[in-house]
């Protein structure tokens, strides 16, 4: 099988929100935002180690915006 990648965060998420790695290559942004706001985040995927290690990330506009 293949490898199950560590997933990570890089940003600052809004107070009360917190990013969880589900450990299966999976994630899970959870909680409920305070303030209403735009906050870029980058999730990365990490394969390998060493010489073999391979790191993919995507960034991504989170928008919290309280009704």
Not at 14 to 39: D, E, M, W, Y
Request: glycine share 14%.
């Amino acid at each position: 099988g293949t490898p199950v990648p560590s997933i990570t965060e890089k940003g600052k998420l809004p107070k009360h929100l917190t990013f969880t790695s589900n450990g299966n290559g999976t994630a899970t942004i959870s909680g409920i935002p305070k303030k209403k706001g735009v906050k870029q985040l980058t999730i990365m995927a990490t394969f390998g180690s060493g010489a073999s290690k391979y790191v993919v990330s995507q960034t991504f506009t989170l928008t919290v915006d309280a009704g």
